[in-house]
């Protein structure tokens, strides 16, 4: 049975693949840093004995077949009850010693989210320049299309509120999740904040899941897939408005002709023009109406998010 801390239930949620190394050093790291948190831990169909590893160390053990961390923590926030949710990685590479800083930043300031920017130490092998260097490039992406914020937004180390994990629809198959929580976080205009801390190599038998370039390229598509779903405005006016203008200049001569001679000599090119134009005006309806019906659907999740309470900011434990 695990305590309160502050008025509030805690868990500590980890998604695992293949971690039977390190596993049972990271629940004990937690254990130590916020006794009073419940420790669940979602094996990703691992076959090297994750599980049974933390069965082991005391920790509450969920399956998840489907593989992929979207999947994962899709079923952790479905799963999972408390008022505060601290997740991590599985890999030991996150400084579980900051987790109870972290929690109290969020109580403290009545935020929905605290991400845990990552700061490496030691040969910094996890956390190489090519890493650093997508990382920014995607973040400073999602920045200029949804809003500026977080300056590490794929990093796995976050504490979040009740109100915004049960409000989230987690849609990500991978680990184009963080990319998710975050756009949904800026969408939703929750507060929250950042605070760095501690990116380790990993353990000795404990390999990365991540691929460089598919899961990036999965990022990719996550945020356009995104912008498509909450800016449709902007995406299908812009559209409209460049078959609009290319039509038209491609009209101009043809218009040209006919005042000069009285005659269409360019028929295919006044069909297509007169096409484009159309084209252009019923992209600029579809933007109107997908707008209204983004609008309708934020409010929905915004009223979903208002009906959750928010964290108990407590003093003591």
């Known amino acids: ?160 509120s009740r109100r915004f994990v049960k409000s989230f629809p987690a849609l990500s198959k991978g680990f184009e999740i963080e990319t998710e929580l975050t756009i949904h976080a800026l969408e939703l205009r929750a507060p929250y904040g950042e605070m760095s801390t501690a990116y380790g190599s990993r353990a000795e038998g404990s390999t990365s899941k991540l691929s460089t370039i598919r899961d990036g390229l999965a990022i990719v598509e996550t945020i356009v897939r995104l912008f498509a779903r909450e800016r449709p405005r902007q995406l299908y006016m812009a559209l409209g408005s460049a078959v609009a203008l290319f039509s038209m200049l491609i009209a101009i001569p043809v218009i040209v002709d006919y005042f000069e001679t009285g005659l269409v000599p360019r028929f295919p090119t006044a069909i297509l023009a007169g096409l484009g134009i159309v084209a252009g005006l019923i992209l600029g309806a579809t933007a109107v109406i997908l707008d209204s019906v983004v609008t309708g659907r934020r409010e929905v999740k915004r009223l979903r998010y208002l009906e959750i309470p928010a964290p108990r900011a407590a003093d003591g434990p």
């Open 1 to 160: 049975m695990t305590k309160l801390y502050r008025g509030n239930h805690v868990a500590v949620i980890l998604p695992c693949f293949n971690e039977v190394a390190v596993i049972a050093s990271v629940i004990a790291d937690f254990r130590a840093a916020l006794p009073e948190a419940g420790i669940y831990v979602f094996d990703n169909a691992s076959t090297d004995g994750t599980a049974e590893a933390a069965a082991a160390a005391g920790a509450v053990v969920r399956h998840v077949p489907q593989r992929g961390k979207g999947n994962v923590v899709r079923r952790q926030f479905a799963d999972v009850d408390a008022d505060v949710y601290v997740m991590a990685d599985g890999d030991g590479t996150y400084d579980a010693g900051q987790s109870r800083a972290l929690v109290d930043m969020l109580l403290d300031n009545g935020l929905d989210m605290v991400v845990g920017t990552r700061q490496a130490v030691g040969d910094g092998g996890e956390y190489r320049p090519g890493h650093v260097l997508g990382n920014k490039v995607l973040t400073g992406t999602v920045a200029n299309i949804f809003g500026r914020g977080f300056s590490d937004m794929l990093s796995g180390y976050r504490v979040l």
